[in-house]
T-cell receptor, first 112, second 116 residues
Framework: GQQVMQIPQYQHVQEGEDFTTYCNSS?????IQWYKQRPGGHPVFLIQ???SGEVKKQKRLTFQFGEAKKNSSLHITATQTTDVGTYFC????????????WGLGTSLAVNP | NAGVTQTPKFQVLKTGQSMTLQCAQD?????MSWYRQDPGMGLRLIHY???????DQGEVPNGYNVSRSTTEDFPLRLLSAAPSQTSVYFC???????????????FGQGTRLTVV
């Protein structure tokens, strides 16, 4: 069954508002990856975090990996209409890194 | 670079028909995988391969076969299509499955399959 919980499932914001999606794993992860899928498109890799407590930024996007390597978050500052899509987290389970474990995704809608 | 190429983009099958979804990558990636994506279900792993000649089952393998005779190609075969296999199928590849050696997945454009 699903081992990575991702919340919220949907988020609707006004352009300019901030947005955060969270992933929580029941087991320790070797890494956490984040992907974005535009409507009708395919998942596209955004970033990977490997170290405990790691924080990475990509322009308006901030990614965090928890100290226990069981949770992660993606925060978007001042959303734009181009941020619309579904954001997925995925991680490799520590000790078994042959299968990515995926969250169910957070769908972001942005009102202009 | 073409990246990951999937064919066909769209397919309609009748129940009981068989077909093969093609996937090819030109990045010399070790690891290839097939996912299906259904509304509300996220991405579910069907089968994966860690190298030529090596395949293994994922989360939802029933009704599907794979083979990996070359590094580049990883076809997915539907043996006897059922309406429950109506879905969007994605092929993905990664340089490696070893942490620190490029585990990020590159996805194909997807195949939208309808079984009637």
């Amino acid at each position: 069954g699903q081992q990575v919980m991702q919340i919220p499932q949907y988020q609707h914001v006004q352009e300019g508002e901030d947005f955060t999606t969270y992933c929580n794993s029941s087991t320790t992860l070797s890494n956490i990856q984040w992907y974005k899928q535009r409507p009708g498109g395919h998942p596209v890799f955004l970033i990977q975090l490997v170290k405990s407590g790691e924080v990475k930024k990509q322009k308006r996007l901030t990614f965090q990996f928890g100290e226990a390597k069981k949770n992660s978050s993606l925060h978007i500052t001042a959303t734009q209409t181009t941020d619309v899509g579904t954001y997925f987290c995925a991680g490799l389970k520590a000790g078994n890194n042959r299968k990515l474990i995926w969250g169910l995704g957070t769908s972001l809608a942005v009102n202009p | 670079n073409a990246g990951v190429t999937q064919t066909p983009k769209f397919q309609v099958l009748k129940t009981g028909q068989s077909m093969t979804l093609q996937c090819a990558q030109d990045m010399n990636h070790e690891y290839m995988s097939w996912y299906r994506q259904d509304p509300g279900m996220g991405l579910r792993l069907i089968h994966y391969s860690v190298g030529a000649g090596i395949t293994d089952q994922g989360e939802v393998p029933n009704g599907y076969n794979v083979s990996r005779s070359t590094t580049e190609d990883f076809p997915l075969r539907l043996l006897s299509a059922a309406p429950s296999q109506t879905s969007v199928y994605f092929c993905a590849s990664s340089y490696s499955f070893v942490i620190g050696r490029g585990t990020e997945a590159f996805f194909g454009q997807g195949t939208r399959l309808t079984v009637v």
